[in-house]
C-alpha cells in the first residue's frame, strides 16, 4: 500500500508570453501517489489542476514547456521520453479519462470496437479472448445487457452510460494509474453520484491509483483518499480527505469550503473576495494574499513553503494556519436570507402552459390537426408572487429552460396562458408584447462568455438596454451605467474594457447590471452560477439577494444544483420531464415527506463532507421521452406501486407543511416510507 | 491582480488598433512581402502620371519594337511607344475601378449576407436559391452581355463587376452570421425587444465584420484578374489607354520576338495579385480568422 508509483518533484511548467517573457502556471509542485490511492486534485479554473495531471501521464500541452523539475513513474521520468516509449506507457501503465466522453468517443464506430482496439493496443488477447473480455468489462461499469451494448454507437447512449464505456475503455490495458480529468461535472446530479459510485468500486476492486480532477469538492469528497489543493499553480494544502474537509488549515481552502451552499443550510453561502491571480502577475510574497484574511505585512513580502504538520498529516503553504487552527471555526455557517415579505401580489401566472418543440406538419396544419399529443411541456401551473424568488428544478431535459424562454417570449406555447401584472394576458409572440412587457421581463443567461458581446465594451453593453427603454444619452446615461457598476459592486473604470479583460464572475456581474438596467420586475435566471467557479458563485449569489431585497424584483431561478438553490430560492418548483412533480416552499421542500423524485435528486446530491455519502435509490437511466399516459416519473420511481402509475395522471396533495405532491401514494404514507 | 493585465492591455482607440494588426501582419515575411508590394503598386499609381518619361500614346514609326536599352528601359511595343511608360500607368485603372468594384460587392454582398443569415425561413430560402442560380452563370459571359449592352464605361464596369463578385460574399456573410446569432447575446437583444436592424447594426456587423473584410480583399484580387481578362478579350479599357490586360492582349502575337513588349505588363498584374493575396492571407491572420478552415465559396 506504501509503494509510491507516481512522484512528482518540484515541477515548474511554463510559456514564453508575447513579450518574451517566460511565465510559469505550475509552480515548483511535488507531490506522491501511492499504490491503490485515490488523491483528488481541487481547484478553481486556471489554478493548474488538468496541467499537472496531464504532466502526470507525461503530457504537455503545446505552447507549455517543462521549466524544471520531474515526474517520475516508477523512477522514470516521463517529460524525458520519447514518444515511443510513451507510447507504451499510456493506456497500459496509465490510461485516462476525459471529461467529455461522448466526443472522445468515435461516433460512427461502434461501442464494442473502441473497446476491442484498446485491447489489442494494450494486449496480446486473440479474438475470442478480447470478445470475452469486451463484455466482462462491459459488465464491470454496469452497463445494461452488456451483449447488445457492445454492438451500439456513442450517440445511442446517454451522457452516464458514455462514460461509462470510457472508463471500460480505461481499464482495458489493466492499468496502474487512472487518470480522471472532471469525469462527471458534464452530467446530470443523478448519474453523476452513480459514475462516482462506480469509481469507488472499481478502485477498491482493481487496486488501482487514481488521480482525480476536479473543480467540485463535492465528487471530490466522494472518492478521494488525499486531497490536493491548489491555487495559482502551487500546491497550497495537501492531506488525508477527512482532515481536509473537516479541518481546513489553509485560509484559500477554508473560504473555498465556506462558499459551497449546503442542502442542510438555509441562507446563502460567505462569499470570498476577489478572483484567483492570472498567471505571471505575482511577483512577490503569498499568491492568496490579496484575498486573505489573516494576510500581514509579512505575507505580502514573503512567500510560504510547504510547511509539514505532523499530527494532520498534512502539507500547508501558509505562514499563519496556526490562527486558523485556533479560531473555533465553524464551515456549517451561513448568511441569513432577509425573509421575502412578498405581498401576495401574484406578478404572473402560467396556466395550463404546454411547449411543444415539434412542428406542425403542414396536411395537419390544413385539417387544424393538433400534431403533437405528448409536448416536451404540458400543463404547468405556477403563480408566481411579487418579490418572491421561485426556483425550477429539474435534470436535463425536465424542461425547466424551456419554461423561461417561453416566460421571456422566445418561444411560442403551444397550449395555456402567461399571465402578467393584473391577469393581463402576455403573447406568445415577442413581436406581439408591447415595449413595457419586454421591459418588464429580462433575463440572465448561463454562460456571460456567450451572453456579452466580445466587441462591445461594458459601457456599450449597459447603454443597449438604457437606450431603448429610456432614450437616455450623454452624461445622464453615464451616470447611470456608473450607477448599475455600482450595485455589481464593479468600479467605474470598468466602463472601458471589454468582456475578455473580465474574470468569469466580473462577466456575470455585468450580465447582472444589465438585467438591472431595464429597471425590471422579473428577472429570469437560467443556471447563472454554472458557468462560475465556487468561490466566485457566492458573490455573484449574494449580489443578486442583494439587488432583490433593494429593488423588490421577482426573480425565476432555473438551476439544477439543489444547494444552489436552497440557499437563494423562496419557493420550489421540482420538474421531470416537462411535467410539475412538486412545489412549495423551499425549507419544505427539502424536507419529508417529498415526490419521489425529489427524493431521488436529494439523495444525489454531493456533499463537500465524507461522512455525507449520496443515496442512491433510482437507476441513472434517462428517458427521452415523456410517457404518454400517467405519471411522468414511472419509468424511474422507486416507489412505483403499479399499473395505476403508468395509466393515471396522479392527483395533487398538499402535505401540512403547504408543499404540493403530485403522486398516487397518499402523502402521509410517503411520509412514513422516508423516514 | 487582475489589473495588471488590463493595463498590459489598454484600452486602444481605432487607430491605434489598425496601426497594431498593420504591425502584426508585417511581422511575418509573407505579410510583410505582400504589404509591401500592394503600397508599391498604390504609391506607383498615384505618382505614375508625373515620373513617365514619355508620352503613352505617342506612336513613332521610328522607335516600333525596340529591345530594352538605356533609353527605353523595358523596350517599345509594335507601335513605337515607350512599354516602360505604358506599364507603368497600366495598373492605374485596373486598381480603381476593382477597388470601388470590392467596396460594392462587400457592401451589397455583406448586408445582404447578413439579413439572410439573421432573419432566416423562407426569405432566407429564396434569397439564396437566387444566389445560387447566379452563381452558376459563368460571370464573363453575363459581362460580356452587359458591356456590349450598355458600353465599356468605368461607370458601368464598377457596378457590373461589384454585382458579380459581390454574389460569393454573400455566402459567407451569411455563414459567419450563423456562428453568432446562436450566441445568447443575440438571444438577449431579441428578448430585450431591439428591432432587426438594430441587431444587425450593434450586435452582428462587429463580430462579422473582420471575416467580411478579408473575403473581401480576397474578392478583390480575383476582380482584378476578372478586370484584366476583360481588357484581354477587348472589352474593358478602350484603346490608347494604357491597361495591362491590353498590352498583353496586343503584344503576344510578338511574343517569339519581342518578348518585353509582353513581359512587363504581365509581371505587373501578377505581382498585384500575388501582393493582394498575401495581404490578404496576412490580414486574415492578423485578425484571428482561419482561411484554411472556411472552404471557399
Redo the contacts between chains.
Sequence with gaps: MNEIIESVKNLSIGFNSQKGKQISILRNVSTNIKKGETVGIVGESGSGKSTLALAMMGYIKQGLFPLKGECLFKSEDLLKMSSRQLEKIRGRKIAMIPQNAGQALTPNLKIGYQIDEALRLHTDLNKTERDKKISELLNKVRLPSPETMAFRYPHELSGGQQQRVAVAMALAGKPDLLLLDEPTTGLDVTTQAHVLELLRFIAKDTGTSMIYVSHDLGAIAQVSDRIVVMYAGEIVLEGPARKILKEPIHPYTYGLLKSIPKLSLAGLPASMP??Q??PG??NEGCSFY?RCNLATDHCKKNSPDLEHIKELDTNVRCFNHKELINQNNNLQTSITKKSNNSEAIEVLKLKDVSISYAKQKFFDQLLNKISDQNPTVKDINIDIKKGETIALVGESGSGKSTILKSI???LKTKDGQIKFENDRLLSSD?KM?N?ND??A???I???PD???????TVE?ILS??LK??FNLSGEELKKNIIDLLKKVRLGEFYM??YPR?L?GG?KQRVAVA?AFA?KPDIILCDEVTSALDVSVQAAVLNILQQLKEDLGTTYVFVSHDLAVVRAISDRVAVLYQGRLCEIGPSQNVYKFPSHPYTEVLLGAVLEPDPDIKPKLVAEDIVEEKPPEKGCSFQGRCPRKIGDICNLEVPPWQIGENGNAIRCHINIDELASLQQ | ??S???TE?K?KNKLEKSFEILKTMASKPSGLIGLTIVLFHVVLALISPYIAPYDYKAISPNTMLLAPSAEHWFGTDSLGRDVFTRTILGGRTALTVTFFGSLIALLWGGLLGIFCGLVGGKIDDVVMRVVDAFLSIPWILAMLLIVSLLGTSTEVLIPALGFFYGKGIVRVARAATHDVIA???I????????SNM?IIW??II??VRDAILVEGAMRWSWMLLGFSSLSFLGFGVSPPTPDWGLMISNARGLMSFAYWSVIAPIVGLSSLIIGINLTADAFAKALGIDRSTKAPV
Design positions: 476577489g478572483s491571480p492570472q502577475s505575482i490579496d421571456a417570449g422566445l415577442l408584447r415595449p419586454l421591459r421581463i429580462q433575463l443567461f448561463q454562460n456567450e451572453s456579452l458581446n466580445p466587441n462591445h456599450q443597449q438596454p431603448l427603454y472601458s474594457r479583460q474574470s466580473e444589465r431595464a | 491582480m487582475q495588471n493585465l488590463v492591455d484600452q450566441k445568447d447575446f438571444v438577449s437583444a431579441r428578448a430585450r425587444g431591439h438594430s450593434n450586435e462587429p463580430n
